[in-house]
């Protein structure tokens, strides 16, 4: 387990750009275990590569990502696997494949994952008969099973309606806060970018970010604000 005074994940001058056409500017963040950051932004500012990169699904083009323990990502809209007739229970149970579980210690973590994200009574039911929003909760369930150190989720909550996503959102924080692993998760939501630690706001050159009401001005596009070990970009060609 990292010592709390280590960042757990940390990005340095990370740059990453599309067939030459760059999303990702310069980024800097070192993040410790226990804390919570949202990427927020409009769409297409670069969440999802961002997360990607950070996950090490992508290789920047510039700079390093460092990652201690293990990571769990959850990526936006995921599809059902229409040949592979998994129930909820299957997909969550992969989750604690690898954590040397007992066989009844397993089915308690797989019972307490699907009722934390509110699908007690759904076990039996494959993915493919569920909605979008009870299949990205099942696989929230299922990377939450996992217990990674580092836990990257791209908008699980996009798509549910507000007692889900209250009920999804409380459910993050307490993964820093009861175990302290480090979250980090896109999201539109206000609520949640309020709750976290640390906001990284990508915005474009095209569309600037906009901070919603109430949240004050100190946590600006590019002026490092409340977290001052983030250092914010905006789209720009790495020289
Ligand atoms: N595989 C890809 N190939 C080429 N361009 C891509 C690819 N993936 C994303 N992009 C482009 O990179 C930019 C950032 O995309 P990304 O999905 O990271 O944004 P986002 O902030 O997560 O958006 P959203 O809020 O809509 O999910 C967009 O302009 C997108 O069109």
């Known amino acids: 387990m990292t010592p709390p005074n280590v960042p757990a994940l940390s990005a340095h001058g990370v740059c990453f750009g599309y067939a030459g056409r760059e999303v990702i500017h310069d980024v800097d963040l070192e993040l410790g275990r226990g804390t919570v950051t949202a990427i927020a932004g409009p ?11 950070l996950a090490g699904v992508r290789t920047p083009q510039q700079g390093e990502v460092r990652r201690l323990g293990t990571v769990s990502l959850v990526v936006q809209r995921p599809a059902a696997p229409e040949t592979l007739p998994l129930t909820v229970r299957d997909t969550v149970s992969m989750g604690t494949w690898g954590r040397r579980l007992g066989r009844r210690q397993a089915r308690e973590v797989v019972a307490e994952m699907i009722d934390a994200v509110g699908l007690t009574g759904y076990e039996s039911r494959p993915l493919t008969d569920l909605s979008g929003g009870q299949r990205q909760r099942t696989l929230l369930a299922q990377a939450l099973a996992r217990r990674a150190d580092i836990v990257l989720m791209d908008e699980p909550d996009a798509g549910l309606d507000a007692a889900s996503r209250g ?73």
Not at 43 to 52: F, I, P, R, V, Y
Not at 173 to 182: E, S, T
Request: with cysteine; proline share 6%.
């Open 167 to 239: 009920r999804i959102h409380d459910l993050l924080l307490d993964q820093a806060d009861r175990r302290g692993a480090v979250v980090v998760c896109a999201t539109h939501h206000d609520g949640f970018i309020a709750a976290a630690d640390r906001v990284v706001r990508l915005g474009s050159v095209r569309t600037p970010w906009q901070a919603p009401p109430g949240l004050g001005p100190g946590v600006d596009l590019a002026a490092g604000g409340d977290a001052p070990h983030i250092k914010l970009h905006r789209v720009q060609r790495c020289t």
């Open 43 to 53: 769409n297409g500012a670069g969440k999802s590569t961002l997360l990607e990169i």
